[in-house]
């Protein structure tokens, strides 16, 4: 297993004891990934590792902790959610996946993959602001008790209406796409304010098919209008039963109900700040996301509301227009771009640029480019070099310590071109670079280049 995760400067926050736990966990994942690939000898190597991990980050989040407590962090409860949610729900899913498969190569790549973007991501971000050297993307979250019983619920109903057993992959979910999806908004408000709530639903289709599809009795593995109308409603009274549990959300009743595109439900998340992020796994049956925007004053909106004198039509209009675009994909076969950028400027502009022959999404960090990509792997990742927490190098090493990403193209985004930062970067194997003050058509070409000399 190649690649080696390396300590840089950025990832210092300035306090000695955390520093210096971090060091000893990225050196953890460097013996780990610089074992010998010979059998038993290697798989019994990474058992040991990760037993020693898994005992020392625990070890690292309490004593983090006890100092953010000393310290009197206004961030604790939220990096204690974060930690928990790791502890709680990532190790043990990737502990579980080891034990069944016995220890599998593949197995022991993906704990690894995994953990080193968690443990990158967190140290740049959320760790950088315990020395307010960061500002938290998710400073509207629940606060956690109220997150792990909402979790409970979803998790529970979920189980009631189809008997699936569900759990919490991430509790930051960004908006990233997870394969071919339905996307719903719901908004919700009081009679006596003006203040409205949305939530926000993706469905991976495959999960919708496997339950509404199955209770309908619809043997075929595409949307029609019958499941689109039965998946709506049984949205509608899910999320009803949730918001009962949300004390923005109660006595409130529906205001406005639309189905969305993905692009109209990425820009959602690149305006708002969500309460409640949620992405689930059923496992076999599919992904889907659970999402609250903060309260707040509704803008007037440019969607189209279901409603009962529109409902069949709009469905129709849906299915039409999205039939059409998968359509449009396959004869062409649309290539799929990921931006990473910490400008909605340069993100906005790349997709006007790109869309119209590209399937393209929107990131704002390198962590969540990482989590991204391992939702739906795009066929080019235009990289922004200057970002400010995680930058281009650092986000394209963390990339490239990870087997199933490290031949993944990537495309820096730059303002400069100087040849320290190109050399700096050409071990990770980088497909090129691309000057944000290069005219549009200029770009467009050059990436329309790289895609013909792959064809």
């Known amino acids: 297993m190649e690649g080696q995760l390396e300590w840089l400067e950025e990832y210092e926050i300035g306090v000695e004891e955390i520093d210096k736990e971090h060091k000893r966990l990225f050196k953890i994942i460097n013996k780990l990934l610089s074992s010998a690939e010979d059998g038993d000898n290697y798989r019994r190597t990474c058992q040991e590792g990760i037993k020693f991990f898994r005992g020392h980050a625990l070890k690292h989040f309490a004593e983090e902790e006890l100092y953010m407590a000393t310290m009197g962090y206004e961030g604790l409860e939220r990096h204690k959610k974060i930690h928990k949610g790791f502890r709680e729900d990532t190790l043990p899913a990737l502990e579980q996946e080891l034990e069944q498969s016995n220890y599998s190569q593949e197995a022991i790549e993906h704990f690894i993959g995994v953990c080193t973007g968690w443990l990158v991501g ?4 959320e760790d950088q602001a315990i020395a307010g050297k960061n500002i938290s993307k998710w400073g509207e979250l629940l606060p956690e008790n109220e997150l ?3 979790k409970k619920v979803i998790i529970q109903l979920v189980f009631d209406l189809f008997h699936l057993e569900s759990k919490v992959v991430s509790d930051t979910y960004g908006g990233e796409k997870f394969g071919k999806g339905v996307y719903y908004r719901l908004v919700y408000g009081s009679k006596d304010s003006e203040t409205r709530q949305e939530v926000l639903m993706a469905f991976e289709e495959t ?8 209770i309908l009795g619809i043997r075929s593995n595409r949307m029609d209008s019958m499941l689109v109308h039965a998946a709506r409603y049984t949205a509608r009274q899910f999320v ?12 409130c009743e529906l205001k406005e109900e639309n189905l969305l595109s993905f692009e109209q439900f990425q820009d959602i998340f690149e305006r708002e700040k969500p309460q409640v992020s949620l992405l689930f796994n059923t496992g076999g049956a599919g992904y889907f ?12 909106s440019v969607l189209t509301p279901l409603e009962n004198e529109n409902a069949m039509e709009e469905v129709e209009r849906y299915l039409s227009e999205r039939s059409a ?10 290539k799929k771009i990921l931006v990473v950028d910490d400008s909605a400027t340069i993100r906005q502009g790349m997709k006007s640029l790109l869309e119209p022959d590209y399937e393209v999404s929107l990131v704002d960090s390198g962590a969540a480019a990482f989590r991204a990509i391992s939702l739906d792997q795009p066929d080019l990742v235009l990289l922004d070099y200057e970002m400010p927490v995680c930058d281009g190098a650092q986000t394209l090493e963390m990339l490239r310590t990870v087997p199933e990403f490290e031949k993944v193209p990537v495309i820096f985004l730059t303002g400069r071109r100087d040849p320290q930062s190109m050399i700096k970067v050409m071990p990770l194997n980088p497909s090129g670079y691309l000057l944000k003050h290069m005219k549009h058509e200029e770009i467009r070409k050059e990436i329309d280049g790289f895609f013909a000399g792959r064809a």
Request: aromatic share 6%; with cysteine.
């Open 148 to 150: 792990e019983a909402l």
């Open 289 to 300: 996301a659970y999402c609250a925007i903060a309260p707040h004053l509704l803008e007037a």
């Open 207 to 214: 999960l919708l098919v496997n339950t509404v599809g199955k």
């Open 325 to 334: 675009k998968e359509q449009y994909e396959e004869e062409h076969h649309r």
């Open 122 to 125: 967190h140290t740049l971000t």
């Open 240 to 251: 009803g039963k949730v918001m009962e549990f949300i004390e923005t959300g109660k006595n």
